[in-house]
């Protein structure tokens, strides 16, 4: 029988089938009944069990009926996963989904009422750029303009603020900013003449519609009493103000992030609204969940040097084989390098698909991809459903929104190599991990100048290797047809740490043995 502070489901062990267990951290942010709780997880932390098991936990004692409930998850594959793991417990009729999903219903509801007009959602912004730039539109220049439109909608930014913006920021553009100012307002005027909402406009436009109509903000509210968030650190202006309208005056708000895996900062989002949180509600409890119960003690180690963490977070596991740093002549040994250790780590019992080769851009997993072909090794790229707004569809012929249903496939995934930028993986996890291209120019990138360019290149790092949970390898070139390259900068601690490791494990020299035998017997004598 449970308790009266424990949930019935802990321990029936409905989840897995197994009873979980939680620390006593996680069992806090689980049962905590403040209005506004602030969990800070680490990697590895158990946030997403926390999670359901919070939701799970308010349903059953009836603090927050699952229909009352709303999740705002980071991707689709995040969202399926959290309603199969609340269906595993008897949990149904949790509304979640991606911030950018729950703005489209919230407009398509205001629809139906008759207070505007259906939304037609563009789901590619490059068809529209090209009208835009004409004559100017080669893949290059559609590509900036995409990027730099999508980081000033995500900081609300308009046309004319862009120029300030950017100088403000130090941000890095190819095109000087008073043209892309230029451009970016024909967009939207072309934009506007068409009667669209691009992926941004829809979280601008649900703001709005909630800040405007109260009648209408209230019931939604109504509706959505309990709001929970996951990759908090990870929110945008744009997203908080939308999650901001939300809110009630006395919201009852459950959110869960890590700064150390803020890496959407290229993308206009704001690692600090995480920490400025409890000062902006009164009596938020924060609770945080240090342990790392994902990775071995030894990559938990080198992945906080990485990170200049200074002391590395609690690692539950049993300890497991030191982590490989390795550097190959150039691009195609390193790839070579990888096919062949991934073709001796599988053995008896793990699949293809536990094994993952994680780089910092699309373009350096090609020739592993074409090295793991040569030794007729499958594999597979990491799907669309890990995207930001990856609940919403595809885009069809002419760029506009094709609404996907919120039914989770069924389709059992090939078992392949998961090859995977480190955004990509962000969220994921398996029991060998391969991050490659760990030179300077690609990891930081030539791009990242500023210090908080450079922060968030570091923070990349830390979540690629922190994706490990057995194994994990290391590797860079030494060089390329364009001359020689250094390892990046932040492998020196790495090594310092596995250095250490390495002296800690190995075992006591003759000379060690024999004087420690001396000062037993000085002991006893």
């Not at 509304?95 to 999903?101: L, N």
């Not at 991809?369 to 002419?398: C, H, K, W």
């Not at 039914?407 to 090859?419: C, E, I, N």
């Not at 949970?469 to 290391?474: A, K, M, R, V, Y």
């Amino acid at each position: 029988m449970a308790s009266a502070t424990e949930p019935s489901f802990l321990v029936k062990g409905a989840f897995h089938g197994v009873p979980p267990t939680l620390t006593p951290a996680q069992s806090e942010a689980v049962m905590a009944d403040d209005p506004v709780v602030c969990v800070v997880a680490g990697a590895g932390a158990g946030k997403t069990g926390v999670l359901t098991f919070r939701v799970a936990r308010r349903a059953e004692d009836g603090s927050a009926p699952a229909r009352r409930t709303l999740v705002c998850t980071f991707s689709r594959k995040a969202a399926d996963e959290l309603r199969s793991r609340l269906w595993r417990l008897g949990v149904s009729g949790v509304s979640a989904g991606t911030i950018h999903r729950i703005a489209l219903r919230l407009l398509r509801d205001r629809h139906e009422q008759g207070a505007s007009r259906a939304p037609s959602v563009l789901g590619d912004r490059g068809r529209l750029i090209v009208a835009v730039l004409g004559e100017r539109a080669t893949p290059q220049n559609v590509a900036n303009l995409e990027g730099e439109i999508g980081w000033a909608k995500a900081r609300l930014v308009t046309p004319g603020q862009y120029a300030a913006a950017v100088r403000d920021a130090r941000r890095k553009v190819r095109l000087p900013a008073t043209i892309v100012a230029d451009l970016y307002e024909g967009y939207e005027r072309e934009r506007r003449r068409r009667g669209l909402l691009d992926l941004d406009d829809l979280l601008i436009e649900a703001a709005q519609a909630m800040e405007g109509d109260r009648e209408f903000a209230e019931a939604i509210r109504w509706r959505h009493r309990h709001v929970l968030v996951d990759e908090t650190q990870d929110l945008n202006p744009a997203q908080f103000r939308f999650l901001r309208s939300l809110l009630p005056e006395r919201p009852d708000l459950f959110v869960v992030g890590d700064p150390s895996q803020s890496i959407y900062g290229w993308n206009g989002a704001e690692p600090g609204l995480l920490a400025e949180l409890p000062a902006l509600f009164a009596d938020a409890r924060v609770i945080r969940l240090d342990e790392n119960h994902r990775s071995a003690p030894a990559i938990v180690t080198l992945a906080s040097a990485a990170l200049g963490a200074g002391t590395a977070a609690e690692a539950t596991r049993p300890a497991g084989a030191l982590p490989t740093l390795a550097s190959h002549e150039d691009d195609a040994a390193e790839a070579h390098w990888v096919a062949r250790q991934i073709w001796l780590a599988r053995r008896p019992g793990r699949r293809w698909s536990h094994l993952a080769v994680l780089a910092r851009t699309n373009a350096q997993l090609a020739l592993v991809a074409d090295a793991l072909e040569a030794q007729r090794i499958p594999f597979t790229y990491a799907g669309r459903d890990l995207g930001p707004a990856s609940d919403l569809g595809e885009p069809t012929g002419d760029g506009l929104l094709e609404e996907r249903d919120d039914d989770p496939t069924d389709r059992a995934p090939a078992d392949g190599v998961v090859l995977s930028t480190v955004h990509r993986a962000k969220g994921l996890q398996w029991p060998c991990v391969f991050v490659i291209g760990l030179s300077e120019g690609l990891m930081p990138l030539h791009s990242a100048r500023t210090e908080s360019a450079l922060a968030e290149e570091r923070r990349l790092l830390y979540v690629a290797m922190t994706r490990a949970q057995d194994e994990l390898w290391c590797s860079w070139a030494q060089g390329d047809e364009r001359g020689a390259r250094r390892r990046c900068r932040w492998l020196d601690e790495v090594q310092a740490a596995r250095d250490l490791l390495e002296e800690e494990e190995a075992p006591p020299s003759r000379e060690a043995i024999s004087a420690h035998v001396e000062r037993l017997k000085a002991l006893v004598s």
